[in-house]
């Protein structure tokens, strides 16, 4: 059974740094791109980075280009995302996906449970 | 950048009624490659419809989708009580991946 399990979220203040895991299992993880998808309180979904399956291929949402960066460790598992001049704006709930193989742009069939992350002073 | 704009925002319906969702592109959508997502609160998405017209697996076949370049829509034929959820459709014919509707509610009248 594919299961992606998210971890690291919390209370931040602005400005302030987090770091986001996503621990996967039930699928060969290596053989698979992710993505990061978060959603504000009350709002819609904002698809916000991906990671090629070898981490070749890496892009973000304009909303947080040169403050997130996302990683991943194949031998491990696991998906990253840090975060870095965190802004109020970010406060969401932070899904990590997976689509079908081989799919650089793809549809989303496996969600983790979501990590919330609260941005306030 | 292309921009799905849902309609409408919320969609009053009894159970047993014929939902009809709307999701308009800014632009056409390569290989219409477009999907559907059910989403009840405190919930991850689920994935409904793929590739415009694709049930997911195990989804009923109730839900159904159809369209093609600017133009899209989902069908729920008859609502069943556990049907009344968000619902969001994503664009992926273009780069970079994954955007979204801001989504249509389906509520109990």
């Known amino acids: 059974e594919v299961q992606l399990v998210e971890s690291g979220g919390g209370l931040v203040q602005p400005g302030g740094s987090l770091r986001l895991s996503c621990a996967a299992s039930?699928?060969?993880?290596?053989?698979?791109?992710m993505n990061w998808v978060r959603q504000a309180p009350g709002k819609g979904l904002e698809w916000i980075s991906y990671?090629?399956?070898?981490?070749?291929?890496?892009y973000y949402a304009d909303s947080v280009k040169g403050r997130f960066t996302i990683s991943r460790d194949n031998a491990n598992n696991s998906l990253y995302l840090q975060m870095n001049s965190l802004r109020d704006e970010d406060t969401a709930i932070y899904y990590c996906?997976?689509?079908?193989?081989?799919?650089?742009?793809?549809?989303?069939?496996?969600w983790g449970q979501g990590t919330l992350v609260t941005v306030s002073s | 950048e292309i921009v799905l704009t849902q309609s409408p925002g919320t969609l009053s319906l009894s159970p047993g009624e014929r939902a009809t969702l709307s999701c308009r592109a800014s632009?056409?959508?390569?290989?219409?490659?477009l999907a559907w997502y059910q989403q009840k609160p405190g919930l991850a998405p689920r994935l409904l419809i793929y590739?415009?017209?694709r049930r997911a697996t195990g989804i009923p076949d109730r839900f159904s989708g159809s369209g093609s370049g600017t133009d899209f829509t989902l069908t729920i034929s008859r609502l069943e009580p556990e049907d009344f959820a968000v619902y969001y459709c994503?664009?992926?014919?273009?780069?970079?991946?994954?955007?979204f509707g801001q989504g249509t509610k389906v509520e109990i009248k």
């Open positions: 996906a997976r689509g079908p193989r081989g799919y650089s742009s793809s549809w989303y069939v496996y």
């Open positions: 039930g699928f060969i993880f290596s053989n698979y791109n």
């Open positions: 990671i090629s399956d070898t981490s070749g291929t890496i």
């Open positions: 632009q056409s959508v390569s290989y219409s490659y």
């Open positions: 590739g415009a017209s």
């Open positions: 994503q664009q992926y014919g273009s780069s970079p991946p994954g955007t």
